[in-house]
C-alpha cells in the first residue's frame, strides 16, 4: 500500500518567496496586480479555514499531473545582473522547494519587474 504526500501550492509559494527573498541580489519579491489578486484570494481562503496566511507575494505556484510549476515576480539590486540574479533565484528555489517538501520542481520562472539603483 502506497500513502501519497500532498503539499498544497501555498506552502509550496511560502516555501519559494522564503528561497527566492533571500537569494543575493534580490531586493524585495513584486505581487503585480495578477499576484496581489491570488495573494488577496489564498489569504481570504485560509482566513476563513482559521489560518494565518504564509507570506508569498510575488509567488505563484501550479501543480498538475505531478508537475509543479512556480512563477516569481522580483526586483533586483542595481549593483547586481539581473539575469545572474534570476539564475540563482531559479536555482534556490528549486533546491529549497524539493529539500522542504519533497517535490520536483518542473519548472521556475523568473520575471524582474524592476531594478533598485545602487545608492551611491
Do not use: C, N, Y
Amino acid at each position: 500500500m502506497s500513502v501519497e504526500h500532498v503539499v498544497a501550492d501555498p506552502v509550496i509559494a511560502s516555501v519559494a518567496a522564503r528561497a527566492a527573498i533571500t537569494t543575493p541580489g534580490v531586493v524585495r519579491l513584486e505581487p503585480g496586480l495578477r499576484g496581489l489578486v491570488t495573494a488577496w484570494t489564498r489569504a481570504a481562503r485560509q482566513r476563513w479555514k482559521g489560518l494565518d496566511p504564509a507570506p508569498a507575494d510575488g509567488v505563484r505556484v501550479r501543480t498538475a499531473d505531478g508537475r509543479v510549476t512556480i512563477q516569481i515576480d522580483l526586483v533586483t539590486a542595481g549593483a547586481d545582473q539581473a539575469a545572474a540574479v534570476g539564475r540563482a533565484v531559479q536555482r534556490s528555489v528549486t533546491r529549497f522547494v524539493a529539500e522542504q517538501t519533497g517535490l520536483v520542481v518542473d519548472e521556475v520562472t523568473v520575471s524582474i519587474m524592476d531594478i533598485e539603483p545602487a545608492v551611491r
